[in-house]
């Protein structure tokens, strides 16, 4: 079945590089999201890689695929403060119909 | 300017009353999800909608209904039935492309019992 963990908190400070990290179990994953939830707001979608890739840059945010442990993660280079937010890594499963699957989500505290 | 408006944002429910909850996209998106939201638990998929006047369970839809009349609009109905209904509700849509479903989310309702 489906299951997508992830770490509940991370705090790091203002300039430092911030890494998320999430597990799956299902290994039949065709794409995987990563979505970012500001406080009182709905879901954004802010990355997402194909699970025959490894990795996926996109400015200052570097997706890593690691399908033999089903381990994903996300590195957001350079934190601010306005990237304090809930984090959801979320994935899709091959055949049928499409369902997305979240994380419980990953709040990131940035200090200044 | 396109995107999904859901209303509420605050919503208070009384003992035994049904209350519904709206969502309205203007992005031509042929499917639409609701999600509930309680914290420490991520989201959890009430409905599902792929098509207009068709919809499908998801993993919490007891106490829950829905309707699909028209491709724009996705209400959520919580019922009396519903004995915990106490948290964000956050409705969803994208276009059905085989395996990316990137999903656009609404900015959420916030029910709370009186």
């Known amino acids: 079945g489906e299951d997508v963990e992830q770490s509940l908190f991370l705090s790091v400070r203002e300039g430092d590089s911030s890494v998320i990290n999430c597990t799956y179990t299902d290994s039949s994953s065709t794409y995987l999201y990563w979505y970012k939830q500001e406080p009182g707001a709905g879901l954004q979608l802010l990355t997402y890689?194909?699970?025959?890739?490894d990795m996926k840059q996109d400015q200052r945010l570097t997706v890593l695929l690691n399908k033999k442990d089903k381990h994903l993660s996300l590195r957001i280079a350079d934190t601010q403060t306005g990237d304090s937010a809930i984090y959801f890594c979320a994935e899709t499963l091959s055949g049928g119909y499409q369902k997305v699957t979240f994380g419980t989500g990953t709040k990131l505290q940035v200090i200044p | 300017d396109g995107g999904i408006t859901q209303s509420p944002k605050y919503l208070f429910r009384k003992e035994g009353q049904n209350v519904t909850l709206s969502c309205e996209q203007n992005l031509n998106h042929d499917a639409m999800y609701w999600y509930r939201q309680d914290p420490g638990q991520g989201l959890r998929l009430i409905y599902y909608s792929q098509i207009v006047n068709d919809f499908q369970k998801g993993d919490i839809a007891e106490g829950y209904s829905v309707s699909r009349e028209k491709k724009e609009s996705f209400p959520l109905t919580v019922t009396s039935a519903q004995k915990n209904p106490t948290a964000f509700y956050l409705c969803?849509?994208?276009?059905?492309?085989?395996?990316?479903?990137?999903?656009?989310f609404g900015s959420g309702t916030q029910l709370s019992v009186l």
């Open positions: 890689i194909f699970s025959n890739m």
């Open positions: 969803a849509s994208t276009n059905l492309t085989w395996g990316n479903e990137k999903l656009f």
